[in-house]
């Protein structure tokens, strides 16, 4: 049962657009991630959020932004997006920052022409 | 900082034989354990979690062994059937309430009929 909910399932967009992705999470749940997953199936940490503040920023380019509302949203933004890019996105969520199991979303999956 | 090695990398097992994924850890204080299933097109869903002082656990066909003198975590499934075909992804991190989660490079899995 989905309780990590990503828009859109897919986007394709072109070299040097804006694209932003959307994730709400209905369990509650105090913290918020993104994740990478590459054509390999590797998964990387972006972001993650606690009660809307900002935890870890891994080494991501500047184009990349996360966005966070209140504790159950937690967005992304790509200024500028470029071909390696593409990837899917997966946010997640954990009842707390440590050490919890992750809840994850089904993904969004960007293609950039 | 952690790094986690998983292998193989992608295992094909006829229905009914049981298929083991192996993943190798580099820091002793590891102290929670996690082994998620990503089916396609979906995000990743926990199977199971140990703690550092649990050395093997079942469940439903599913066992987890943890060796933590040679820093290995296995997950063993008997039995696989073609529902178990996916990618599954092993996941460490360490004690603290800040630790990082550390995914292996995930295993694509095949049961063939």
């Known amino acids: 049962e989905t309780a990590v909910f990503q828009t859109p399932n897919y986007h394709v967009t072109q070299v040097g657009n804006e694209v932003s992705f959307n994730c709400k999470q209905t369990?509650?749940?105090?913290?918020m991630y993104w994740y990478k997953q590459d054509s390999k199936k590797l998964l990387k940490i972006m972001f993650s959020?606690?009660?809307?503040?900002?935890?870890v920023n891994e080494t991501v380019p500047r184009r990349f932004s996360p966005q966070s509302s209140d504790k159950a949203h937690l967005n992304l933004r790509i200024k500028s997006v470029e071909p390696e890019d593409s990837a899917v996105y997966l946010c997640?969520?954990?009842?707390?920052?440590?050490?919890?199991?992750?809840?994850f979303g089904h993904g969004t999956k960007l293609s950039v022409l | 900082g952690e790094q986690v090695e998983q292998r193989p990398p992608h295992l094909s097992v006829p229905e009914g034989d049981s298929a083991v994924i192996i993943c190798t850890y580099t820091?002793?204080?590891?102290?929670?354990f996690y082994w998620y299933k990503q089916e396609p097109g979906a995000g990743l869903q926990l199977l199971m979690s140990?703690?550092?002082?649990?050395d093997r656990k079942e469940e439903q066909g599913l066992t987890v062994l943890l060796n933590k003198k040679d820093k290995q975590l296995s997950l063993n499934l008997t039995a696989a059937h073609p529902g178990d075909s996916a990618v599954y992804f092993c996941?460490?991190?360490?004690?603290?309430?800040?630790?990082?989660?550390?995914f292996g490079q995930g295993t694509s899995l095949s049961v063939v009929p």
């Open positions: 959020y606690n009660n809307k503040q900002l935890i």
């Open positions: 820091d002793s204080a590891t102290a929670y």
């Open positions: 997640a969520s954990s009842r707390t920052i440590s050490n919890e199991r992750l809840f």
């Open positions: 996941a460490v991190s360490g004690s603290s309430s800040f630790s990082k989660l550390v």
């Open positions: 140990v703690f550092s002082n649990v």
């Open positions: 369990l509650g749940h105090d913290t």
